[in-house]
């Protein structure tokens, strides 16, 4: 009973005017970029963080997570027409839906995914507002010294299953903490690294960190990697859009299985939607009575993790909004962009801001639906935006991150070192390590010394009170045991196998 | 490169007061982050040794700076050219990145995306910005 009071809470929120609307603009623009190759749901977000200040911060988090779960729907229409992947999420989509698509199902396969990612979505989304509340009250109980653990876990679960080198990710990590406590000292009120300039009294400004990182070093590494590779043609011979009756057969199970699959596993920190749709994939092949026909066409193979990716998507909500810990690069831009509105993410939010927490659950639904709407008939639209060539689109973004970060300080001096925060970021893709540790880092940077420093005035300066406590053992445990994963060799190669593909 | 952050970090932290473990100063836990960043710098190394390196893509100046070049413009003009000019003159800067140079194209564009910024921005967002110079 609770729960439909909630839910119903949560739609007279969702459906008012301004927040259907801006989610509806979030879908489009999340559909628009996710088509894109070369423009990701971060780089966007990043982008449009600065428009959100002027927003209420439900409609802001409405629209930043309909981008979000768009550009996974968006991303499956590129994989299967071009054979690119235009999200990292939807790459394991090109092995089966490209070939249907050269069978001339290309119709059959973007229906396909449209459906499951609609079903996938829709429960992922029941499954976010039936646990919320019960993880929320659990978490409640924490002291300083589990927050503490809890985020430790995080920190390594995030650098644990993301791709490439475990080393540099951590490295990234502490990096990211040590740029969040540059600033005023919160409890002695010091001034740290602050070198006499101004604008670092206040610490680092989010906005400005996450456009460089993302908005600008992305145009950088792409404007090199476009310079070597020509433009793919797109097969625009769509064929017919429904599903014959076999294949509804065949598909409808792996729908339901990819459902499971990538509701689970997006709940993971640093897994996402990548992930999801690689453990469902394999588990499609494995049950399948005939596995050759996977990689030739075979529907299963695109049904399967376009449900578990879009499923994903949803639930990695659910560690941001009960925990207040972002389990991957765009839920640290959304946890970004609720501390932009004075909102501290954490278990409060779901208690003290019930307008928000279910106003943004409804709203995921009703994203869903508009997604099915405006993706089945409009995909003749869809494939002529895949021909906007990114000269036109490099320089757009680049204006978009200026723009918004002066809007935000009017101070020229923040556009300089937003270039210089983007040239770091382009620098460390070169030397292999990826910008999204270091923005969990930075995100959780001031609240996991806060802790530490909590406990450790309890304890007395015990390092040991981390071990007595259950909860907290478990986290630091868990921990443990991922790392100790990395270092085995069967883990290591799977791991290689997922970069590869 | 880990190693030169942390120790920057350290260098500069060190007017810190620490204290002890039970009563943190405020450089406690950045000594601790930046120590933490010198020994994974020092894997980094143990093991680029022990394995050797992937060499390092090559690094297309052009790219970087043009988008150094536009971004300095935008920081320089849009205090005194204001918004409409600054964001004409970005987008030009940006354009000229590409190999192949179309001229009618990178017009269009600025002005384009410059119309489009002043009005979301000005019109839509209503932020006090300075549209034309003074």
């Not at chain 2, 090559?58 to 935008?74: D, K, M, T």
Request: proline content about 5%.
């Amino acid at each position: 009973m609770d729960l439909i009071d909630n839910l119903w809470l949560g739609f007279t929120v969702a459906v008012s005017w301004v927040n259907l609307l801006f989610c509806l603009i979030g879908v489009l623009v999340g559909t628009l970029i996710g088509v894109l190759p070369g423009l990701g749901p971060v780089t966007t977000i990043a982008m449009l963080l600065p428009i959100t200040y002027y927003l209420e911060p439900v409609t802001a988090l409405i629209m930043l997570a309909g981008i979000f779960y768009g550009s996974q729907y968006g991303g499956s229409t590129t994989s299967i027409l071009l054979n690119m992947p235009g999200e990292a999420s939807s790459v394991v989509t090109c092995l089966d839906g490209h070939q249907m698509a050269r069978n001339g199902r290309a119709g059959a396969a973007l229906a396909v995914s449209a459906i499951g990612s609609f079903i996938g979505g829709t429960v992922a989304t029941l499954i976010v507002a039936g646990a919320a509340i019960y993880i929320a009250d659990f978490v409640k109980t924490f002291t300083s010294v589990e927050y503490f653990s809890l985020m430790v876990f995080g920190l390594v679960a995030a650098v644990v299953l993301a791709s490439g080198s475990v080393l540099n990710a951590i490295g990234m990590v502490l990096l990211g903490l040590f740029l969040g406590m540059v600033g005023t000292d919160l409890s002695t009120g010091a001034q740290r690294y602050v070198f006499g300039v101004p604008m670092l009294a206040d610490g680092i400004d989010f906005v400005i960190l996450a456009t460089g990182m993302f908005g600008v070093a992305e145009v950088l590494a792409n404007l090199e990697r476009r310079i070597r590779s020509g433009q793919p043609t797109a097969i625009r011979n769509v064929g017919r859009a429904g599903l014959t009756r076999a294949e509804w057969r065949q598909s409808a199970p792996a729908i339901w299985r990819g459902t499971l699959i990538g509701s689970a596993l997006g709940v993971l920190p640093g897994s996402g939607g990548m992930l999801s749709a690689f453990a469902s994939y394999t588990l499609e092949k494995k049950v399948a009575k005939d596995p050759s026909r996977f990689g030739k066409g075979a529907i299963e193979g695109v049904a399967g993790p376009e449900s578990a990716n879009n499923a994903g998507s949803q639930t990695a909500f659910i560690p941001l909004l009960t925990m207040g810990l972002p389990s991957n690069a765009t839920m640290a831009m959304m946890a970004g962009a609720m501390m932009i509105h004075g909102i501290v993410p954490s278990s409060k939010v779901v208690t003290d801001q019930p307008e928000l927490f279910w106003g943004l659950i409804a709203s995921m639904w009703i994203g869903n639906v508009l997604l099915l709407i405006i993706n089945l008939p409009l995909i003749g639209i869809w494939i002529r935006i895949l021909e906007v060539p990114y000269r036109l689109l490099y320089p757009t973004v680049l204006l978009l991150c200026c723009i918004g970060v002066y809007s935000l300080t009017n101070s020229p001096q923040s556009i300089l070192f937003m270039l210089g925060f983007g040239v770091m970021g382009w620098m460390f893709l070169k030397f292999g390590c990826e910008p999204a540790p270091l923005v969990l880092g930075f995100v959780l940077g001031s609240r996991v010394e806060e802790n530490l420093r909590r406990a450790m005035l309890v304890s007395g300066g015990d390092p040991w009170v981390f071990l007595q406590r259950p909860i907290s053992v478990v986290f630091l445990v868990c921990a443990g045991l991922l790392l100790l994963l990395v270092v085995l060799p069967s883990f290591s190669r799977s791991r290689a196998a997922l970069k590869e593909a | 490169m880990f190693i030169c952050f942390g120790a920057l970090g350290l260098w500069f932290g060190r007017g810190l007061a620490a204290g002890s473990a039970q009563e943190m100063g405020p450089g406690y836990a950045p000594a601790l982050v930046c120590w933490g960043m010198v020994l994974i710098g020092v894997a980094v190394l143990v093991r680029s040794v022990l394995r050797g390196t992937d060499p390092i893509d090559a690094v297309s100046p052009r790219a970087v700076l043009g988008i150094v070049a536009a971004l300095g413009v935008f920081a320089a003009t849009i205090g005194t050219l204001g918004l409409v000019l600054a964001s004409m003159l970005t987008v030009a800067v940006a354009c000229l990145i590409e190999p192949k140079l179309r001229w009618k194209e990178v017009a269009l564009l600025s002005v384009g995306l410059s119309a489009a910024a002043l009005a979301l921005f000005v019109f839509v967002l209503r932020i006090p910005f300075r549209i034309w110079p003074i």
